[in-house]
């Protein structure tokens, strides 16, 4: 029986000598890898109470769409600046050689409501931090945040992401 790791391939030397890529498009061209990820993520929910699902453009939305169908909650895109149509809120971050910004619509989240993030990858964390930023500047409540893979050569768990409940399926040494 194939396990969530063995539809992650490793690309040496992209996108740059000396790094090892994992690319998680494996999980995503078999049906019994997308499907034996979206369970492992929906089991990694398992005991939490929330309101809603937020996905982060793109590849959050890829997996966290799923959830929000499986357990029957609202979905909320989180989407890169001026791509969302009504009013918005929007955090700002920083990136290795600049910065970019993430929106949410301001009444996508309501006071109180209990929300989980999802994306494909956590690295440096940036993204979800200010993702989780307006969540709570809306009022919200981060009650989980989920990634399929971690680096954890960033070390974002205990620096951009500390104290948050964070859980990953698959975790790998290094960046």
Known sequence: MKQLRDYIHEIPDFPAPGILFRDITGILDSGAGFSLCCDDLAYALRGIDF?????????????????????????????????????????????????????????????????????DLLATGGTMAAACSLVERLGGVVAKILFVVELEGFNARATTLAGRPVHTLLSYPGK
């Open 51 to 119: 309101d809603l699902v937020a996905g982060i453009e793109s590849r959050g939305f890829i997996f966290g769409a799923p959830l929000s169908e499986h357990f029957r909650k609202p979905f909320v895109p989180v989407r890169k600046k001026g791509k969302l149509p009504r009013k918005t809120v929007s955090a700002t971050y920083k990136l290795e050689y600049g910065e970019a910004t993430i929106e949410i619509h301001e009444d996508a989240v309501k006071p109180g409501q209990r929300v989980v993030l999802v994306d």
